[in-house]
């Protein structure tokens, strides 16, 4: 069974980066299209970045787009977000997700979540 665990949240100042990381287990991540998403009490989850299977090609919600960078590391395993200039507005749980990309056919898998909270 497959499994994703998200690291690296914590709170920030504003203008301060994290980065935040995402270990994968029990599947083939090189066949999983990978993304970032966050949420809020009360909100919706939100999709933040996100990174096709091969790396090639990356995608960020508006809001984000200029400060934050998706990658992916398929030999060790790992999905990252680099979360740079935080803004207040960024406090959210963000969580992992893999879906299968191209050809691929499995299951879909959320991470738990870690929690960034930029405050002064």
């Known amino acids: 069974q497959g499994q994703l665990v998200e690291t690296g949240g914590g709170l920030v100042q504003p203008g301060e980066s994290l980065r935040l990381s995402c270990a994968a287990s029990g599947f083939t991540l090189s066949n999983y299209d990978m993304e970032w998403h966050r949420q809020t009490p009360g909100k919706e989850r939100e999709l933040v970045a996100y990174?096709?299977?091969?790396?090639?090609?990356?995608d960020y919600a508006d809001s984000v787009k200029g400060r934050f960078i998706i990658s992916r590391d398929d030999a060790k395993n790992m999905v990252f977000l680099q979360m740079d200039s935080l803004k207040p507005e960024d406090t959210a749980k963000y969580y992992c997700y893999a879906a299968p990309g191209g050809p691929f056919i499995g299951n879909n898998y959320w991470g738990q979540g870690t929690q960034v909270t930029v405050s002064s």
């Open positions: 990174v096709s299977r091969r790396g090639t090609s990356t």
